[in-house]
């Protein structure tokens, strides 16, 4: 009898257990259908955190454009944030817990520093968070994907616009934005092995100026007066080049001094258009927000990426192609 | 019997259980079942994903469609304005060149330039012309007789700093004066680039415009495609003709403008629309074949309780009957009702059987009994012959104690032999026959032997079947002292054993062979000796079970000891079968 009963029991253990198994598939099942209907809706998106450099530049601007486009593409919802000056990497450090803390699933990063901002990446990957490097680089090996120029190759890429022009001497003078920041030490290190090799070449000085247009300017004229033996002027990014072109402009030198800029502001362009600059390098940062969302895409749902490098093209324009039908896309990005 | 019981279960696991087949036929269903309805939805799915796709693509670009081609008539409006404007008074043109840029902020400037393409005027939202126009990528030289000429997008490249992407419209006409000019209207394009931009075809799906020639006029990802990220194959779309293509995983939807050479492409994927519901589609179907089979476990064990398990028991049940029918008690198997029907006709079966078989038995016994009785009331005729024969000497020679002695002895023998027609005597009455008859013989063989009883006292108010120790004693004394120079010796003995009582006879005589002492207990004697010994080990059988009966110990010229074996029986406790 007691076993009859022990069996009993088993019977309405097993029983009950087979009704769960039936309860959860079957909610299971309705969660999996229903999932068809609200896949649009706004609270399944996944949140992604784009954390920049600055957010008022044209090329942050272009950045976040890409991103957007990304975003409604991939149906994710994102933010866009950066400090006020491109030297605050405290305030993008607290971004990045703040990001954390808002639940975001990917970080779309631009670091102001190599090594300062490297802690509170590493803690955001330690929290769950994955990231992705676009523009300049971080000191943290658990970057999922880095989407940038090829800052070396665009170094070498304005050395080579350097060496284009046909002055019989070439006395150059750097003008670069913050030691701490990875690309602008790239850029600078490519240009100075793609410059140094030829015989013509004197790089007469170098300065590090804050990422703005007014001391560009400043950093500019001083050394223009300190050497007025310089005839080309190398600059690597859109606030320096605005600033270099505005010295340039104010001094009259349009003439005797060459300029090699980043990016592609309108000011840069009509500058370019103008004469007081002579070639600019243009990045592609509508690719690296659009790649970068995308690559947010891909971690969210665990594809594979197909690289966890990525180098999005540089152009060299000059006032001589940039009309031209192909350049035009590059240079004008749409509104 | 252990064995046995094994390979009978063993032969019974071989052979499948009717649950599992329950359950492994269920589950089989199920998975063929659902295997086709997944390859059948799949197909149903991708044939309806792709008309689905194709309704939807043409949907959007037909919109586009639309609204570029309603874009482009509002501008031409715009445009017939200006011309008409042309011939007005300088002050009223400027007028009205004010309060269209005010209420169409789309319309960037319009210029005006004479035959050799110089720039007569131009008009726009308080934008500043630059010093030197290093390109003007607004002017076309317009042949006469054209009509109206849509560019491609390009940038406004005639104000400082200002570099919107813009279309220019421009047509022939003559101004106030009569002079042949040529206007150009440059309007914003990101109006139509946002739009397109917008445009989604599914998850991932775009629309772009692109010329006759396949050149890209506008892309939503054209930063892309122009860096090389991003490819767009073009070449394989100039010479389709406006509709719907699906090529392998994506499907294009061309439709070119009236009175243009723009041809809007919607690209459609269908794959991945495809690929995840399908998986998703499959997550379920996985899911339901596990909660299928877990039903069909649950069936199959279900069936097992109801069915398969009270079956194997009656198989149990009457494997055991098969083997021990007689001692069988069989349990009722519950069930289902055909189990129920079968175990209570086992059931009925088991009992009538036994019943039979018990009859069969009976009668059997019976038949024995009365057999045996008959042989029993069979006294040795010569011995009687012998016996009288003996006495008859004894008055002749006036032994006449003797001859009393041999009668009374006689008396005893026969009144003991009929006991009433008992079967079962107590052993005292037993022993008396024994040594009346022993003492008869003596007489007779003149004191060839001599005989000794040693008997347990407490033994002999116990029964025992009656004719059993004479019919030993007198092969003792024919087959084992008969042929004897020496003189002969029996002892009779009664014992306690464990459980029951032991009769035993020894002598000294010849002795027999094994073979001999079983053809005694096996075989029939004959009619040389009355009652035989064989009779005797059948009755004690019969009446007391197997376990009892005759044992004979003998050696070869030493002699021979039968023991007598029966239960200890007291009067009134043994019921006569």
């Known amino acids: 009898m007691t076993s009859n009963k022990r069996k009993r029991n088993l019977m309405v253990i097993a029983v009950g257990l087979t009704v769960i198994c039936y309860l959860l598939g079957i909610r299971y099942i309705i969660s999996n259908v229903s999932a068809y209907g609200s896949e649009g809706g706004e609270n399944t998106k996944h949140y992604v955190a784009v954390i920049a450099k600055s957010t008022e530049s044209n090329f942050w601007q272009t950045v976040f454009a890409g991103a957007n486009a990304a975003s409604t593409e991939y149906n994710l919802s994102i933010t866009v944030d950066g400090p006020d000056n491109e030297e605050d990497y405290e305030t993008q450090n607290r971004m990045i817990e703040q990001a954390v803390k808002d639940g975001a699933e990917v970080i779309i990063f631009s670091a102001v520093d190599y090594n300062a901002n490297a802690d509170a990446i590493n803690e955001a990957v330690k929290q769950g968070v994955d990231v992705v490097v676009i523009d300049s680089d971080v000191n943290s090996d658990k970057v999922s994907s880095r989407i940038s120029t090829d800052n070396y190759q665009a170094g070498r890429m304005a050395g080579e616009a350097a060496l284009n022009f046909e002055d019989e001497v070439l006395n150059i003078g750097i003008v670069n934005f913050d030691k701490n920041a990875a690309n602008g030490q790239q850029r600078e290190e490519g240009f100075r092995d793609m410059v140094s090799a030829d015989s013509r070449v004197n790089i007469v000085d170098a300065i590090n100026v804050i990422s703005t247009i007014e001391d560009s300017k400043e950093g500019t004229l001083q050394m223009l007066k300190e050497h007025p033996e310089i005839n080309v002027l190398a600059t690597f990014n859109e606030w320096t080049s605005l600033g270099v072109g505005e010295a340039i402009k104010e001094s009259g030198y349009a003439d005797k001094v060459s300029v090699i800029a980043f990016d592609n502001n309108v000011a840069s362009v009509g500058l370019l258009e103008t004469g007081e600059v002579d070639a600019l390098i243009v990045q592609n940062p509508y690719a690296m927000g659009y790649l970068g969302v995308e690559a947010a895409y891909y971690l969210i749902y665990d594809l594979p990426l197909a690289e966890t490098k990525v180098d999005t093209a540089t152009t060299l324009v000059t006032k001589e192609n940039m009309f031209e039908d192909e350049f035009q896309r590059v240079l004008f990005s749409f509104d | 019997m252990h064995t046995e019981e094994n390979m009978n279960k063993s032969r019974i696991r071989k052979s499948i259980s009717l649950s599992a087949l329950m359950t492994g036929v269920v589950a089989c269903i199920v998975i063929v079942a659902l295997v086709t309805v997944l390859v059948v939805f799949i197909k149903l799915y991708e044939n309806s994903m792709e008309q689905n796709s194709i309704t939807s693509s043409e949907q959007a670009v037909v ?423 020496d003189e002969g010796r029996i002892e009779i003995g009664i014992h306690q054993m464990e459980d029951g009582i032991c009769m035993s006879v020894e002598d000294n005589g010849v002795g027999m062979s094994e073979e001999q002492c079983r053809e005694i207990l096996y075989q029939d004697a004959g009619d040389r000796i009355g009652i035989g010994i064989k009779n005797v080990h059948e009755r004690i059988k019969i009446y007391f079970g197997d376990k009892y009966g005759l044992f004979i110990y003998s050696e070869l010229d030493v002699g021979t000891r039968v023991e007598i074996r029966i239960p200890k029986v007291e009067e009134g406790s043994y019921d006569i079968k």
């Open chain 2, 63 to 485: 919109q586009v469609m639309n609204t570029v081609e309603s874009y482009t008539k509002d501008m031409e409006e715009i445009m017939q304005m200006i011309l008409a404007n042309m011939e007005q008074e300088s002050t009223v043109r400027d007028e009205f060149f004010h309060n269209l840029m005010q209420i169409r902020s789309d319309v960037v400037s319009v210029t005006t330039y004479d035959e050799a393409g110089e720039m007569l005027n131009y008009w726009s939202d308080e934008l500043e012309l630059k010093e030197t126009v290093y390109q003007n990528l607004s002017y076309r030289e317009i042949e006469e007789g054209e009509g109206m000429v849509i560019s491609k997008p390009h940038v406004e490249s005639l104000f400082a700093d200002y570099y919107p992407w813009v279309v220019t419209i421009s047509q022939r006409t003559q101004n106030a004066q009569g002079e042949e000019i040529m206007v150009c209207m440059d309007i914003r394009f990101s109006n139509i680039a946002n739009y397109v931009d917008d445009v989604g075809i599914g998850q991932h799906g775009y629309c772009f415009i692109m010329d006759t020639e396949g050149n890209i006029i506008y892309h939503p990802q054209q930063q892309l495609i122009y860096s090389g990220l991003r490819e767009e194959k073009t070449e394989m779309l100039v010479d389709l003709k406006d509709g719907a293509y699906p090529k392998s995983s994506v499907i294009y939807t061309l439709h070119t403008l009236e009175n243009s050479n723009w041809r809007i492409v919607g690209v459609c994927y269908v794959d991945e629309m495809i690929t995840s519901k399908v998986e998703n589609m499959i997550r379920i179907c996985m899911t339901l074949l596990g909660l299928a089979l877990i039903t069909a476990l649950l069936a199959g064990l279900l069936f097992s309780r109801i069915f398969g398990k009270p079956a194997n028991q009656l198989a149990e049940a009457m494997g055991e009957f098969e083997k021990d029918a007689e001692n069988f008690q069989f349990e009722l198997v519950k069930g289902t009702s055909e189990v129920t029907a079968l175990s209570n006709s086992f059931s009925q079966m088991v009992v009538q059987v036994q019943q039979l078989m018990e009859r069969v038995r009976q009668e059997e016994v019976t038949l024995r009994k009365t057999e045996l009785k008959a042989l029993q009331a069979q006294i040795n005729p010569h011995f009687l012959y012998n016996t009288l024969d003996s006495i008859a000497w004894m008055c002749e020679e006036e032994r006449n104690e003797e001859a009393v002695e041999m009668v009374n002895a006689l008396a005893r023998l026969f009144r003991i032999s009929i006991s009433k027609g008992q079967e079962l005597i107590p052993l005292a009455k037993e022993l008396q026959h024994a040594e009346s008859y022993l003492k008869i013989q003596n007489f007779r063989y003149k004191n060839q032997f001599t005989y000794h009883f040693d008997v347990d006292p407490d033994c002999l108010h116990y029964l025992c079947n009656k004719i059993t120790i004479q019919p030993i004693i007198e092969n003792a004394i024919y087959h084992g002292l008969d042929r004897m120079i």
